[in-house]
C-alpha cells in the first residue's frame, strides 16, 4: 500500500523544497496545498462551494489567503482528501503546507484512517530569526515581503503549532531541525521514516 507524507513547518522553512526531494526519493506526487487549492477554486464554476452543510465565498478564502491567513479548514481537508483518494492506489503522495489546524488534520486523518493509508507528519524547526533572514535574502515575491512574513509567524504561531501539538500527542509527528545544508536535512528525513 502506498502512503503519504505531510510536511510542515513556519513560512520558509523549506517544507517545498523537502518534499520535492522526499517525493523524488520515494517515486512519489507532491503537491503544495495552497497551490493545490488555488487550481481548484479556478476549476469552480460558482463563486460559492458547499461542503457538507457548510457555504464558503471563493472570493473571500482567495483573499484571506492573500493577507497572510489560511484557507478554512474544511476546504483544505476536503481538497486533500479528494486528492488523496484520487490518488493513493497509483502512488506514494507528499503534501507540504498542511495540516494547519486541527480541524483540517481531523479531517485528513478520517480519510487517511478509512482508506487503511499509512501516514506521517514530518515538521521542520525553523527559528524566528532564520526565518526573517531567510525572507531578507529571498525577497522575490510578494508573499515573502517582511511584514506579511511576520503576520505568517503570527498565524503559524496561533494556529499550527497547537496542530503539531495535537498530532505529537497522537504519535504521528516527526520532528526535524530545518536549519542548515538542504542535503543534510533531506538526510535526516529519511533516516526517520525508513
Do not use: C, W
Amino acid at each position: 500500500m502506498n502512503k503519504v507524507f505531510f510536511l510542515s513547518g513556519p513560512p520558509l522553512s523549506g517544507k517545498d523544497t523537502q518534499g520535492k526531494l522526499l517525493a523524488k526519493k520515494i517515486k512519489g506526487k507532491f503537491f503544495v496545498t495552497h497551490i493545490l487549492i488555488d487550481k481548484f477554486f479556478k476549476k469552480q464554476k460558482k463563486n460559492y462551494l458547499k461542503i457538507g452543510k457548510k457555504i464558503f465565498n471563493i472570493k473571500k478564502e482567495i483573499e484571506k489567503r492573500f493577507k497572510g491567513g489560511l484557507y478554512s479548514p474544511e476546504i483544505v481537508g476536503y481538497v486533500v482528501s479528494q486528492k488523496i483518494k484520487e490518488l493513493i492506489k497509483k502512488f506514494n503522495l507528499v503534501f507540504s503546507g498542511s495540516p494547519r489546524t486541527i480541524e483540517e488534520a481531523k479531517i485528513e486523518i478520517k480519510t487517511l484512517k478509512e482508506l487503511g493509508v499509512d501516514f506521517k507528519i514530518i515538521a521542520l524547526k525553523v527559528s524566528e530569526n532564520e526565518i526573517i533572514k531567510r525572507a531578507r535574502k529571498r525577497k522575490r515575491e510578494k508573499e515573502d515581503e517582511e511584514e506579511l512574513v511576520k503576520k505568517r509567524i503570527e498565524t503559524y504561531k496561533k494556529y499550527v503549532i497547537p496542530t503539531l501539538n495535537f498530532l505529537k500527542k497522537r504519535g504521528y509527528l516527526i520532528e526535524i531541525n530545518g536549519q542548515g545544508d538542504v542535503k543534510e536535512i533531506h538526510k535526516k528525513i529519511i533516516a526517520s521514516l525508513f
